[in-house]
């Protein structure tokens, strides 16, 4: 059974960074399109990152420029740094395939607040 554990959130202040992470288990991690995703409170969750098998990535435009996706596949982990962070980022993190087809984790809270 796949299992993904998300971890890096924390509270920080507008301009600040964090460095999301994302360990997943039980699957064969290194052939999937993977995804950052997030989900603010009352709102629908989006996908705001990807990266292919082979490391080609995309992101939403409210965070191109600022979020950088990026993968080991030998430890079966997804990193999203994320800079310059504005109060509009926070939400809670999750990872998974472009699709979503793997199990939910239970996320990582960001918060961007002075």
């Known amino acids: 059974q796949v299992q993904l554990v998300e971890s890096g959130g924390g509270m920080v202040q507008p301009g600040g960074s964090l460095r999301l992470s994302c360990a997943a288990s039980g699957t064969i991690f290194s052939i999937y399109r993977v995804g950052w995703f997030r989900q603010a409170p009352g709102k629908q969750r989006e996908l705001v990152a990807h990266?292919?098998?082979?490391?080609?990535?995309d992101y939403v435009d409210s965070v191109k420029g600022r979020f950088t996706i990026s993968r080991d596949n030998a430890k079966n982990t997804v990193y999203l740094q994320m800079n310059s962070l504005k109060p509009e980022d926070t939400a809670v993190y999750y990872c998974?395939?472009?699709?979503?087809?793997?199990?939910w984790g239970q996320g990582t809270r960001v918060t961007v607040s002075s």
């Open positions: 998974n395939t472009y699709s979503g087809r793997w199990p």
């Open positions: 990266i292919t098998s082979g490391g080609i990535t």
